[in-house]
């Protein structure tokens, strides 16, 4: 296959950055995306020209490291990562255009790399269940059902890549967010802090620059993991109960 | 110098409990004095920051990636071992112990996995406490299975997802200790050297990957929570941007490399196919429960299913040769990773492999889908067959799955003793960049154990026993230790960026890539390694006279990082080679073709290769010195191991 590729092109976060066109010839189909941005980086540097920036570590689709905005679809024409998209997806003659991640919480660092620390701050406001190492009880002592594991499990397959964010006009990470406060206020163990957790991660979303929600479902379409977004309506529940009678006094 | 592995004396089942008694410990108002620099958050790395920080040290916590979560043990699917015996099938502290020391081929101290077998319970608990959600059985409780040829169902998983729901766990514990202001975070920072200060580890030098800032950080102990070098090898399972760095670096400045050569090769990947391959995808070995593994019995018939003229379901049963079950009657398609792998190499070496390139053998979940029904086989490996279509195209519910062996795991890594502590006070190496448990061959779902073990239920009662005998003075990062320490890495670095030769960085790992697989992987030889040795040699030469790397150091600077990685991975290789070499005898995944039984099994020599080597640095340009620490087995018996 020949492709020709329209990159967005940023020195730095202080530049302003641009799009930049590159032919690429003798693409095969068996390739990931990835390895097609790889051959393209193995020619630049050839020719001494900086290679594109983009973030990817596993490419087995669940570090949630890589992103990219192709054709105006975070990762792609399919519900996958770019890096489990793959080149079949595309035709000869074909022009693609690649652009980063595109939030105000996410800027851009060079090319198509952005800055997602805010998720971790999200989680950091109370993604988890507060116990210190040892001193637990036996992994066998409460009983949960499966149906309610197999919930919380698919809720806790979110990579945190930042997909929705991306996908949502108004930059919301209420997809992300509500995966966490499902997970945890589905199982017993996550019961304790079930209200405090949802309040302050809802508050460090906000205080983040995240948008509001206006349930257009455009996150989970663009989801590769397939959170469902019954998980925020189940947030609001969380969140709303935890207003009207907060555990913080 | 005597390598002292500090086993405690006494029974095998008290040593631990002894040791914990013994210990000395750092009281509780004195903690907040103790600075600590855990590099690396995958499982081992975040739990050990999590829980020291909960005691009341101060961590620093570093990685390469845009954040903690997206450690290379997010990829692990299968499962973690522990012995529960919730199924009531057998299972038990000793019988942990006794596989992981066999399965290891006898090439691991007794003290050490018997210790992580017993910890093994513990690490279930936690998780669960975390709100990890394991898989569960109607009545509510864990499910388990049997994995990678053990003969009980001891295996916790969380779909085919484990490790990232492990890490998850142990993220969100270390997000905890974030939140409390007891773990600063450095993501995007790459170490890149140890600082010592009169014979300790007192800090690390890293390289802000986003600004190119040479830095240092000063602390009381530094753990190497790094992972596996298993890209050394160009292709392979692990994440793009593992890499030896950071146990290299400590290596140069004094701790002792142990086994370097004990690479695992794990039999169930997904075939190389074509040059364009960044990386290779493992499909997890449970699929092993279920698939039959086979080759056309005739290369006659292989050739034609290589040309295309049939396909694998013309292929009639009597034309089919399940060879693992033919082999090993009582372990059949379960038999360990390193045996499972070799023979896939021998049938596609007599030339029947089954794909165009010859080097991949069928896993075939046909016999399963009749006998189950589909709906069973698609509960079970849904997710697995979902990926492999993806990649390959291919439909595995209609046509058997092709796979081959691939570089996964490197059971070789930093000399550690009981305590975990390398040859350097204040060093400690845990998880996969340790050497410590899995001898030369890991059992699969072993090393999500070893490290959750590492990192929740050893190290913050060992490390106790060091900083309490040294003092809380802190040393100031404009030290000249420091400096001088900062002025070598930018020289390092700037010397990369200065050669301006022809070649990509690219080029050169593609090569040595090629040098190890060929003559360091699967089968080795004398001869082979040899050449090996004089080859890495010339192409170190080469990299350091034509690489081109390009842009500067004040940016984010992919070409840079991955030259940065190369020049280690290049120096490891030799080491490598070196560790293969002289290590006459076949055990675990170290097989040299000069050692086997008539049957083509690995043919240890327990007479004169029973223990540990310890590899020490010398200086640039020098051979290195071998120390060996005898392996003492008081309490198992060395037998050839018989899957049979
Ligand atoms: C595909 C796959 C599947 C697997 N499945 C299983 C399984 O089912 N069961 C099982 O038990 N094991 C499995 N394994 C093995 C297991 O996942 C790993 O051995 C284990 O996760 C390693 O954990 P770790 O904490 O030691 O290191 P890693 O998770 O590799 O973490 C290394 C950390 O070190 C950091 N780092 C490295 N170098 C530097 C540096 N120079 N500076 C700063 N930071 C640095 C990285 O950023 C990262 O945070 C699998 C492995 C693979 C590849
Ligand atoms: S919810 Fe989906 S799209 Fe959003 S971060 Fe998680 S996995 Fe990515
Ligand atoms: S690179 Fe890890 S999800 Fe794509």
Known sequence: MNLTLKIWRQKNNADKGDFKEYKISDISKDMSFLEMLDVLNENLSEKGEDPV????????????????????????????????????SFSDGDVITIEPWRAKPFPVMKDLVVDRSAFDRIIQAGGYVSVNTGGVPDANEIPIPKSIADLAMDAAQCIGCGACVAACKNASAMLFTSAKVSQLALLPQGQVERKIRAEKMVAQMDAEGFGACTNTGACEAECPKGISITNIARMNREYFSAVVSSDTL | ???????????LADKWTKHKFNVKLVNPANKRKYDVIV????????????????????????????????????AAQGGINAAKNYQNDGDSVYRLFYDTIKGGDYRAREGNVYRLAEVSVNIIDQCVAQGVPFAREYGGLLANRSFGGAQVSRTFYAKGQTGQQLLLGAYSALSRQVANGKVKLYPRTEMMDVVMIDGKAR???????????????????????????????????????????AAWRAHKKGAFF??????????TCIPVSGDHQSKLTLMSESLRNDGRVWVPATVETAEKLRKGQITANDIKEEDRDYYLERKYPSFGNLVPRDVASRNAKYVCDEGRGVNETGEAVFLDFRDAIKRDGRNVIEAKYGNLFDMYMQITGDNP??????????????????????????????????????????????????????????????????????????????????????????????????????IKGEKTVDYFHKKLGKIMWDYCGMARTEEGLTKAKAMIKELKKEFWTNVNVLGSNEELNLSLEKANRVSDFLELGELMVDDALHRNESCGGHFREEYQTPEGEALRDDENFAYVAAWKYLGEGQEEELHKEPLVFENVKLTQRSYK
Not at chain 1, 55 to 68: N, P, Q
Not at chain 2, 48 to 67: H, I, M, P, R, T
Not at chain 2, 429 to 452: K, Y
């Open chain 1, 53 to 88: 920036h983009f973030d990817h570590d596993c490419r087995e689709g669940i570090c949630g490291m890589c992103s990219l905005y192709i054709d105006g679809k975070p990762h792609g024409p399919q519900q996958t990562t770019t890096c489990q998209l793959h080149m079949r």
């Open chain 2, 1 to 11: 110098m005597i390598l002292d592995s500090k086993i405690p004396e006494g029974p």
């Open chain 2, 39 to 74: 590099v690396g958050t995958g499982l081992a790395g975040a739990s050990a920051a999590a829980s020291l920080a909960e005691l009341g040290y101060n961590v620093k916590a570093f990685c390469f990636q845009d954040s903690p979560r997206r450690a290379h043990s997010i």
């Open chain 2, 203 to 245: 800090g690390i030098v890293t390289r802000n990957l986003i600004t190119g800032a040479i830095e240092s950080h000063s602390a009381h102990a530094v753990l190497l929570c790094t992972g596996g070098y298993g890209n050394v090898f160009f292709l392979s399972t692990n994440a793009m941007g593992s890499n030896v760095t």
């Open chain 2, 258 to 267: 142990s086994n370097p050569s004990f690479t695992q090769i794990h039999p």
């Open chain 2, 397 to 498: 519910y209609e046509v058997p799955m092709m796979i081959y062996p691939a570089v996964h795991y490197t059971m070789g890594g930093l000399w550690v003793d009981y305590n975990l502590m390398t040859t350097i006070p204040g060093l400690y190496a845990l998880g996969e960049a340790n050497f410590s448990d899995h001898g030369a061959n890991r059992l699969g779902a072993s090393a999500l154990m070893q490290g959750l073990a590492d990192g929740y239920f050893v190290i913050p009662y060992t490390i106790g026993d060091y900083l309490a005998s040294n003092s809380a003075d802190r040393i100031p990062v404009d030290h000249p230790e420091f400096k001088k320490a900062e002025k070598e890495v930018s020289d390092r670095l700037q010397k990369l960026l200065s």
